[in-house]
């Protein structure tokens, strides 16, 4: 098995919602957020904004995830995986408090 896979896949997620619109709407909502939050705290080795900020890379794989990414977005009881089923990754915007309060901890 390859170390180098495929973490999150937005397009393939949202296939199971397809059927459901508002739901497809809010879990790429969610996704999105989440794609944006780890750019913009450094947890990336790539960019997955355009200059506007739109997400474009809608793909991130292992390899692409920081030590600091990895440490969040890893192992289980993650926090990424406990936000993901959180009602705050639900609201629009998406609340990042969990995340955030992760993050901290992993920099301390």
């Known amino acids: 098995m ?25 879990v790429n909502r969610k996704l999105e957020g989440l794609f944006i939050f780890l750019e913009t705290n450094g947890l990336l080795k790539c960019r997955v904004t355009d200059e506007r900020g739109a997400v474009i890379k809608r793909t991130i794989r292992l390899s692409e995830l920081n030590d600091e990414g990895k440490s969040i977005a890893c ?22 408090k969990m995340l955030e309060k992760a993050l901290s901890e992993v920099r301390r």
Do not use: C
């Open 2 to 26: 390859s170390e180098d896979f495929v973490v999150w896949d937005i397009d393939s997620i949202l296939e199971s919602y397809t059927d459901i619109p508002e739901w497809e709407v809010s």
């Open 75 to 96: 192992g289980p009881k993650n926090p990424i995986h406990r936000w993901l089923a959180s009602k705050g990754s639900q609201k629009n915007p998406p609340d990042m």
